[in-house]
């Protein structure tokens, strides 16, 4: 009897040290088959994180693209606001020299008429009018 109760013993751990193991296995399998499971979400997860990601990247380019175009046409109208500029400057520049030729015209022919003794230069007088 002694023989069977030391052989119940040593089966009994053998069947508990299965089960330990039997327990281990089932948990990393069970890890495994959800890692097994869930890499392809992962993979698409990413996928679909990159492709956003390039869309994004995408669209600041082209923002960059419509920023320097608007650049370059605010350059040249500059430029060309400049050249009027310029052109204004040398028409009133023009201007102001033949102001300047016509008041000393003026002045010379006012006082060639006060040398002459005609004190109504720079009055209307009736043939001046017309009449």
Known sequence: ME?????????????????????RL??????????????PLFYYQRAARLAIEAAETARIAQMVVNLENKIDRLTDEVDRLAATS????GTLEKMD???AQVK???????GHEYAAGDTTAGRATPESQGA
Not at 3 to 23: H, N, P, Y
């Open 97 to 99: 020299t033949h102001i």
């Open 26 to 39: 089932a948990r990393e399998s069970a890890g495994f088959s959800i890692d097994f499971f869930l890499a």
């Open 3 to 23: 023989s069977t109760r030391i052989l119940i013993q040593k089966v009994g751990r053998q069947i508990q040290k299965k089960q330990e193991a039997f327990q």
């Open 104 to 110: 000393t015209a003026l002045r010379r022919e006012k």
């Open 86 to 89: 310029e052109q204004i400057s």
